[in-house]
Nanobody, 113 residues
Framework: QVQLVESGGGLVQAGGSLRLSCAASGVGNTFSMFAVGWYRQAPGKQREYVALIRSGGTTMYAESVKGRYTISRDDAKNTVYQQINSQRPDDKVVYYC?????WGQGTQVTVSS
């Protein structure tokens, strides 16, 4: 059974940086074949797409995060990362990763102004 676990969230000041991780287990040696995406959800709002990295490393971003977010992957560690720079004061946001038809439980990021 595939399991995705996000980590790296916490409190960050506006303008600061953060790196989130999404570690996959139960995928054997197939992780490199999966596309993995990041989404985020603020309280009272719908979950929205943030970024995607395909097998082979091709990346795609939502327009709202281009230039500030960088998604990357380390297939040897079955992990995808999301580097967030110039964090904006978007209050509390939960970031989720998804891949292989599964979702992680999310990691919360709180931005202080």
């Amino acid at each position: 059974q595939v399991q995705l676990v996000e980590s790296g969230g916490g409190l960050v000041q506006a303008g600061g940086s953060l790196r989130l991780s999404c570690a996959a287990s139960g995928v054997g040696n197939t992780f490199s074949m999966f596309a993995v995406g990041w989404y985020r959800q603020a309280p009272g709002k719908q979950r929205e797409y943030v970024a995607l990295i395909r097998s082979g490393g091709t990346t795609m971003y939502a327009e709202s995060v281009k230039g500030r977010y960088t998604i990357s992957r380390d297939d040897a560690k079955n992990t995808v990362y999301q580097q967030i720079n110039s964090q904006r004061p978007d209050d509390k946001v939960v970031y989720y990763c998804t891949g292989a038809h599964d979702w992680g439980q999310g990691t919360q990021v709180t931005v202080s102004s």
